[in-house]
Structures are given as C-alpha cells and as structure tokens.
C-alpha cells in the first residue's frame, strides 16, 4: 500500500476580505487546498479570482476572517505578529513577477539579503549567494547590477535569493511573466532542478499556460473559490 504524501500546505475553508469603501469586497470565500511536500503545484485562474491573495494568506502576510491555514504543521491563526515574521524568514522563499532586485546592489548582495536577516555574517552570506550563483550559472556575473543584467539573468538571480537560505517552501508570483518563452521555460527548468526536493514544496501562481507542463498538479480557482484540480496538467485545457 502506498505511503500518503505528507502535507505542506493545507487551507480549509479561508475567507478573505478588503474594506470598500461602507462595503466588503470578498478576494477568498471559503478557499481550500493541500499543497504536498516534494511537488510542484500550480494555481491557475482569471485576474481578480483570488489567487495572490491567497498566496499572501499562506505566507501569513494577510490576515484573513474565517478558515485554517497550516504551514508546515504550524496554524497561522495561533501565531503572533512577530512570530509569523520569524517562521517566514526561516522556511519560505519568494520568486516575484517583477523581480524586486535592489538595484543598487549586486548579483552577490542581493542574494545574500535573507541569510543576513537571518543573522549570518556579510562574509558567509556572501560566500554562500556566490555558491548558490553559480549553481545557476552565474558566475561570472556576481559584481553585476540588476541594470547590467538580462532579464532572465536577473530571474536567476531571484531564484538564488529564493533559495540561498534553504527555505522548505517556495512561494512564486507569476515568475514568468516578464520573460519570453525560452526564458520562461529555462527559469522553470532551474527551479524544478533546484527546488522540487522530497522535504520542500513550491506553491506557483500563473497566468502562463507555457508552463503548465512543469506541474505535478494544479489547482484552478475562480472567484474566490478552489473550483477544479488536476493531476494531469494537459486536463487543464479539457475541463
């Protein structure tokens, strides 16, 4: 008999929602999923059904009204303020559409940023970025400005910073976005190489269907719901 995936991520039932002026705008109205250790899984939908916001619920950068979120074991809901901030610190790693590289540093600097939050010294986090660079084949480029940068390079360059800390949960907002197909394709290659282990999970949300083909599952949403799974990625078309 087959031993169950264990869970990573699990969302029961989350309802999240904004001020509107003297009314509610609802961004999640009862969302739920799982999201398994060792698997990439991908959350797909139309703009405005959700999908960021849920994101930030499962980073614990929102707070949300109704449901359960557990990272890891840990429920988000029990944990203070400061103490979200530090588990988020220590396990999660964020890939962003735009990049958010400081453009005043370098490759090297702007990796080593989440070891030295973390305490590490300048001289071992920046021994540390310069290993995880050249990992992805950037080591030639570790006194480079973001400016000086392509953008896939400068995607490498992110993901480094995603993982330089070891995180075990590696969250993606649209990392595609921004590049063209060969780019794209080359960024997911990296990251299932790189992250995709059997004590991690990567949560990725997209509007590209470029890159479907890289999912171990996808989970579609829509107006604020979870509405379909998949674990095939080419049923997504069909469904």
């Known amino acids: 008999m087959n031993t169950p995936t264990p869970i990573a991520v699990k969302v029961d039932n989350v309802v999240k929602s904004f001020a509107n002026g ?9 969302a739920s999923l799982e999201a398994r250790f060792g698997e990439l899984l991908m959350i797909v939908g139309p703009s405005g059904c ?3 916001t849920l994101l930030s619920v499962i980073c614990g950068t929102l707070k949300f009204e109704e449901g359960d979120v557990a990272v890891f074991g840990h429920e988000l809901r029990a944990m203070r303020n400061g103490d979200i901030t530090r588990f988020r610190r220590e396990n999660i790693g964020f890939i962003f559409q735009q990049f958010n590289l400081i453009p005043t540093l370098t490759a090297v600097e702007n990796v080593s940023i989440p070891l030295i939050l973390k305490g590490v010294s300048t001289a071992q986090a920046e021994k540390r970025a310069c290993e995880v660079l050249e990992k992805v084949g950037l080591a030639d480029k570790y006194k480079s400005y973001p400016s000086q940068l392509s953008g896939g390079q400068q995607q490498r360059v992110a993901i480094s910073r995603a993982l330089v ?4 949960l590696i969250i993606c907002d649209e990392p595609t976005a921004a590049l063209d197909s060969v780019s794209g394709h080359k960024t997911l290659e990296l990251l299932q190489e790189s992250a995709v282990r059997p004590d991690r999970c990567v949560i990725i949300v997209t509007h590209d269907s470029r890159i479907y083909e890289f999912a ?5 949403m829509d107006d604020g719901r979870v509405v379909g799974q998949f674990d095939d990625p080419s049923q997504l ?3």
């Open 237 to 239: 078309s069909h469904a």
């Open 50 to 52: 959700g999908k960021t």
């Open 216 to 220: 171990d599952r996808i989970v579609q």
């Open 165 to 168: 800390h070891e995180p075990r």
């Open 22 to 30: 003297d009314s509610r705008t609802f961004a999640l109205k009862g």
